[in-house]
């Protein structure tokens, strides 16, 4: 099973930047699509992006064209960058890794978008 763990988080003014990572360990990490999630107050976990194992990515509406994921796989690390920040942006972002109707999840990371 694959251990995942978040960092990158913070408290960003509107408009601003932050990068998220995950760093994968304890399997192969080439065999698992993987995705980033989140999780505000009171409302359900959703996705936010998602890149599979050949690259392919996808996105929530509310994000494109703002968000990019993107995968190392020289070091077992996905990334998310998060540029145009937005208050409706702050949640709890989840690292997410899939393979054959399993998931894992890691710890969460805090983002916060407030002037």
């Known amino acids: 099973q694959v251990q995942l763990v978040e960092s990158g988080g913070g408290l960003v003014q509107p408009g601003g930047s932050l990068r998220l990572s995950c760093a994968a360990s304890?399997?192969?990490?080439?065999?698992?699509?993987m995705g980033w999630y989140r999780q505000a107050p009171g409302k359900q976990r959703e996705l936010v992006a998602r890149?599979?194992?050949?690259?392919?990515?996808n996105y929530a509406d509310s994000v494109k064209g703002r968000f990019t994921i993107s995968r190392d796989g020289t070091k077992n690390i996905i990334y998310l960058q998060m540029n145009s920040l937005k208050p409706e942006d702050t949640a709890v972002y989840y690292c997410?890794?899939?393979?054959?109707?399993?998931?894992?999840w890691g710890q969460g990371t805090q983002v916060t978008v407030s002037s």
């Open positions: 997410n890794a899939a393979r054959l109707g399993r998931d894992s």
């Open positions: 890149i599979t194992r050949d690259g392919s990515t």
């Open positions: 304890g399997t192969s990490f080439s065999l698992y699509a």
